[in-house]
């Protein structure tokens, strides 16, 4: 009996030759690794391309602007309150900031009749005040104290107070004499404006800053363009 011969087998069965059958690793093995990194390699894909999206559409904590979709800027929400601190101007509050109606034909300082009525206790503010306008290129109307309607009630540095079609251009082009003036309507016929100055009158703005802001009205900036928001 061979030394080859399987026991048990009573030499049935021999072995000869010199080459011995070899086990070959099964294939099934190497297409499951395969298949199961492509698996976990999709499922990354998906949940990284998920959060991106959410990021996107999410925006910003305090919802006033969003990203947009399509660029890289931020837009901002159409539910924004606007500024109520511009210096010059007719605004939503009331107080006078700078307008939307710039940019057509504003009336000249000339144009305008301005009568200046002092609601403080300083003295002699009401004519220091006239006199400068004048200077400016403003008509001046009536000079002294304010009715009793307003003397020693206007917290703000002052009072533009006229007729509604002031609105289409007096008050902005005197608002950029003073900083924080509130505009007010009344029912008068003429096209003259009361400059009631309050208690929080300092000063007028500066010549060359009253022009430099006067020229912006007539020829505004246009506003930039961004990515629109969807």
């Not at 008509?139 to 304010?146: R, T, Y």
């Not at 902005?172 to 509130?182: E, F, I, K, P, S």
């Not at 309507?185 to 400059?195: E, Q, S, T």
Request: overall charge positive; some cysteine; glycine content about 14%.
């Amino acid at each position: 009996m061979s030394m080859l011969t399987p026991p048990g087998m009573g030499g049935k069965y021999r072995i000869t030759g010199d080459r011995y059958p070899r086990m070959s690793r099964p294939r099934n093995r190497r297409r499951l690794v395969f298949a199961a990194f492509g698996s976990v390699l999709a499922l990354g894909l998906v949940g990284w391309g998920t959060l991106q999206l959410i990021d996107v559409f999410s925006g910003d904590g305090d919802g006033q602007t969003v990203r947009a979709a399509h660029g890289t800027g931020d837009c901002e929400r159409g539910d924004k309150r606007p500024d109520e601190n511009a210096k010059s101007g007719r605004g939503d509050s009331g107080q006078s900031g700078n307008s939307d109606r710039t940019g057509g034909k504003l009336p000249k300082p000339a144009q305008i009749t301005v009568n200046v009525y002092n609601a403080t206790t300083r003295s002699g503010l009401a004519k220091n005040t006239a006199d400068e306008l004048k200077k400016r290129g403003f008509k001046i109307g009536k000079v002294g104290n304010a009715p009793a309607e307003y003397d020693k009630k206007v917290k703000a540095s002052g009072i533009l107070l006229g007729a509604p079609g002031a609105d289409d251009g007096a008050f902005n082009v005197l608002g950029t004499q003073l900083d924080g003036a509130q505009t007010k309507n009344d029912a008068r016929d003429g096209k003259d404006i009361d400059l009631i100055i309050g208690s929080g009158f300092k000063t007028l703005v500066k010549q060359k800053d009253a022009e430099k802001a006067l020229a912006a009205l007539a020829t505004p900036s246009p506003t930039p363009s961004g990515t629109p928001c969807r």
